[in-house]
């Protein structure tokens, strides 16, 4: 299997209330295990990879974005990425991606390749280059398992607010936006568009409306859902849960 295939995508539907996080602690949304070889304890692998995950930790909460590769040799190098939710304090984004690799690694022992999700970050490694590249292979849906009343209005609503934040984010430099669009009946929908800052405009783009047009699939007439990959995610809500 080539390393572009190392995840099998996944579609899992939880309901979301039961996910919402007031602080870290929670579990992760969901991960995916490689299901390449693997490494063997204290090899050039093992020793690459643990060196680049402190690197992101020191690094990513300052800007919510970290990435880099450790390696000489190619068949000991690792690759690894991290990104916070555009609205989390550093301080939230250090305990999201230092409890990560922990966990990550202890579910996927001696994995090449791995990715965890928290409502705070994700964190992915992997023995081949996947930077800058669109990853729509690690991807699962979520969906809160409440109905609404006008399903074909909502949804026009939803996927009208959401293409308008894929504008936003794309030529934000986090590559990150939210925003709120007010509904016929008073509520208020609100939104959230993210792709990791590894790719390009263009690319980002791209992968949020390719995400976009999923939402059939995912969450037709649900009050909430997301689309979450490796490398975008979007979310919306009949409820803020976006930081202030």
Sequence with gaps: MSSSKLFTTFLFSLNLAL?????????????????????????PYESNLKTLINSLIYKTPSTGFGVGSVGQYQNQK???????RGD???SECK???????????????????????????????????????????NKFY?????????????????????????????VNNKL????E?????????????????????SD?????????NELPNCCDGKEGGRVVSGSCNFRYEIYPFVKE
């Excluded at 980002?204 to 995400?211: G, I, T, V």
Aim: proline letters at 3%; hydrophobic letters at 35%; glycine letters at 4%.
């Design 19 to 43: 996910l919402l996080q007031t602080s870290f602690g929670a579990d992760p949304l969901f991960h995916f295990c490689s299901n390449s070889e693997n490494f063997t304890a204290n090899s």
């Design 78 to 84: 690792a690759y690894a990425l991290a990104l916070c």
């Design 88 to 90: 989390v304090s550093a």
């Design 95 to 137: 305990t999201c991606v230092s409890e990560a690799p922990k966990e990550i690694l202890s579910r996927c022992p001696y994995n090449k390749g791995a990715i965890i999700w928290y409502d705070y970050c994700m964190f992915k490694y992997l023995d081949t280059d996947f930077l800058g590249k669109i990853d729509n292979t």
């Design 142 to 170: 979520m969906w809160n398992l409440k109905n609404v009343s006008d399903p074909a209005t909502f949804n026009y609503n939803t996927r009208d607010l959401l293409s308008q934040l894929a504008q936003k984010a794309y």
């Design 176 to 179: 990150y936006a939210t925003g």
């Design 181 to 201: 669009a007010k509904l016929e009946n008073s509520e208020t929908l609100y939104g959230l568009t993210q792709c990791t800052r590894d790719l390009s405009s």
């Design 204 to 212: 980002c783009k791209k992968c949020l409306d390719d995400a976009i």
